[in-house]
């Protein structure tokens, strides 16, 4: 019964390289949700996915930064052309589909951008 | 989704009790009172949920107040690896059913 998976666990990318991030929910699990925490903040929402949508992007900057869950694989979180403030925990979460089902996260993605 | 409000800071002694204060004086009738924890730069883990009746599982207790304004998460005997950031969320029936975290309290579980 494995949690949230997420890799890498760490990711070193010099300025202007592509970041791609990956998240395996809990099995059952149809929802997926990414945060990010900067260093010594708070975690702040950026998109909510069910199976091959985007449900609210509403958190995530506009540009550079993409999300998808398709089908079959995990939900990636793909950020173009890294800056050195893109460096981060990014989190993923997984629920079922109810407000009384709980979201679990997964161990983060720490980005280092060089 | 209601705003919450908690102490920033909070220490227990290795052994007794923790009581975790949380306000959410807005909160609206279909919100439910969620509880996450993140020790050191772990992901967040949740702890405990309710919507009206208090709530007990293997790691806490969640009592809300008969008006649901406010709640207190409990953990009975607190040990040093209870020391973390304890947050406080209420999860609205909005689109996206997100979690919104705010500041918490940082809890120090002392020996």
Not at chain 1, 27 to 46: A, C, I, N, T
Request: glycine share 8%.
């Amino acid at each position: 019964n494995a949690g949230v998976m997420q890799n890498p666990r760490h990711l070193v990318r010099r300025r202007g390289q592509e970041a791609r991030l990956r998240c395996s929910p809990m099995k059952g699990h149809s929802h997926v949700y990414w945060y990010r925490q900067l260093p010594e903040e708070g975690l702040k929402f950026m998109v909510y996915l069910q199976k091959e949508n985007i449900i609210d992007e509403s958190g995530m900057p506009k540009e550079r930064f993409s999300a998808e869950f398709p089908k079959e694989g995990p939900s990636i979180l793909r950020i173009q052309q890294v800056v050195r403030g893109d460096s981060a925990a990014y989190f993923c979460a997984s629920s079922r589909d109810s407000i009384n089902s709980p979201l679990h996260f997964g161990n983060g993605t720490r980005l280092t951008v060089t | 989704d209601a705003k919450t409000t908690q102490p920033p800071s909070m220490d227990c002694a290795e052994g007794r009790a923790a009581n975790l204060p949380c306000n959410h004086s807005t909160i609206s009738g279909n919100e439910y009172v969620y509880w996450y924890r993140q020790i050191h730069s772990q992901g967040p883990q949740y702890i405990i949920h309710g919507l009206k009746n208090n709530e007990t599982n293997e790691m806490a207790s969640l009592i809300i107040t008969e008006d649901r304004k406010s709640s207190t998460l409990i953990l009975p005997h607190a040990t040093l690896r209870d020391t973390a950031v304890y947050y406080c969320i209420v999860r609205g029936n909005n689109a996206g059913n997100m979690l919104t975290f705010g500041g918490g309290t940082r809890l120090m579980v002392k020996p």
